[in-house]
């Protein structure tokens, strides 16, 4: 089994070679081939410096694109490249690489077509635990997308997941991680969370500020209401 590491990466400096490094060191312990690629999204600091002197796997975009941009990239680079699956992490060293087996399983045994990492299911408590207020605003997601689909999504926000083949030829183009969710649902893809430990971040600063998140559920709920109605392309 072939697998892709995205990893999006906008003016991650201070974190990027170690989330680099972490893969290469933990793809000597696993029995399936693991790569990777950054997709440097027009960062504007060092990152890209940093991926060249170390000779990092990267596709550099010459225009910041945004997440929903850049993680588009790497499924196009997935799928090019004839992957089995896709895994988007973070290039800010809030995923733990040391989950990503545990969460491949139910792919490999052909029990899921998207899995997500998440930090509210199983026994895993992870490291990072999120802000009272977004932890309400996924809440209030999670219902909006159980109303929608009929399934309960809990981190609906995660961005560690793992696409295989069939989604990765159909991922959704643009759309936030929860929007997504249901995109992928309405498409009869089998969806299941698994638990992954997260960490805080190890550089840089969030661009999610409190208005920032207010205004993202609101949007996010909207868009979620909308995709509901809306006939998914063949």
Not at 124 to 133: I, P
Not at 177 to 201: D, Q
Request: glycine share 6%; proline share 3%; charged share 25%.
């Amino acid at each position: 089994m072939r697998v892709l590491m995205i990893i999006p990466a906008y003016n991650e400096e201070e974190s990027i070679f170690d989330t680099v490094t972490s893969i290469l060191s933990y793809r000597k312990k696993v029995d399936f081939d693991l790569d990777y690629v950054v997709i440097n999204d027009g960062s504007t600091d060092k990152t890209k410096q940093i991926l060249e002197d170390n000779h990092f796997n990267a596709v550099n975009l010459v225009m910041n694109l945004g997440i929903g941009g850049a993680v588009q990239t790497g499924y196009k680079y997935a799928l090019e490249h004839d992957y089995d699956v896709a895994v988007q992490f973070d290039g800010d060293g809030q995923h733990d690489i040391e989950s990503l087996s545990d969460l491949l399983e139910p792919i490999r045994k052909n029990e899921a077509d998207l899995v997500i990492g998440s930090r509210f299911v199983g026994d895993v408590k992870s490291e990072f635990q999120t802000t009272f207020m977004r932890r309400f605003g996924i809440s209030v997601i999670s219902n909006l997308i159980k109303w929608t689909t009929g399934q309960r999504v809990l981190d609906t926000t995660s961005g560690y997941r793992l696409a295989d083949r069939a989604v990765i030829k159909r991922y959704p183009i643009k759309y936030p991680e929860p929007e997504t969710i249901v995109h992928i649902l309405k498409r009869k893809y089998r969806v299941v969370e698994r638990p992954a430990n997260m960490f805080e971040r190890t550089g840089g600063v969030s661009s999610i500020t409190p208005i920032k998140s207010i205004r993202y559920m609101l949007e996010v709920c909207s868009s979620i209401v909308i995709a509901a109605f809306m006939k998914e392309s063949e």
